[in-house]
């Protein structure tokens, strides 16, 4: 869900940039996002989409990226002691944790010298997706009668 507005899918083409994690942003830019979430001012940790969809928003975050496969009312539990603050900070960290690995294949493969790799696999799509193409359009063709061109 949304960071600015938890109750919206998040999503890139909303108009705040904030308001979504993007697998190639910064670990400042992902610590920067999470501190800015929207939250509430309750005290403490709790899971419930309807009354807090901000702080749930952030537990499912975690749950997903944790790696551990528990839920997000066993997170809100283990993380009662810690303040919005150093939650979203291990919230933050565990999302920079979870996409390091994607984010480093990322930065590989955008890298100027990768460049060619990337228009060599995009142009042996292109090749297949022409041939499938063709190979439609010839039944496609003889459905409606009027042959190969």
Partial sequence: MSLKEPLL??????????SRIMLN?????????I????????????????????VSNLLT???CMDGRRISEEQIAAESQGLS???FKDEV???IIKGIADIKA?????????????LQD??????????VKAEETMVQVRNIVGTGPL
Avoid: C, F, W
Avoid at 9 to 18: E, W
Avoid at 25 to 33: G, H, I
Avoid at 107 to 114: E, L
């Fill in 9 to 18: 899918k998040m999503s890139k083409s909303h108009v705040d940039p904030r």
């Fill in 25 to 33: 942003d910064s670990p400042e830019d992902v610590q920067m996002k």
């Fill in 105 to 117: 294949k990322y930065d590989y493969y955008i890298d100027a010298a990768q460049r060619q790799y």
């Fill in 84 to 86: 919005m603050r150093a």
């Fill in 61 to 63: 975050l975690m749950a």
């Fill in 92 to 94: 933050a960290g565990t």
């Fill in 121 to 130: 696999v995009a142009a042996l799509g292109n090749q297949r997706a022409h």
């Fill in 35 to 54: 501190r800015a979430a929207l939250t509430d001012s309750v005290k403490g940790l709790s899971y419930s989409p309807a009354e807090r969809p901000g």
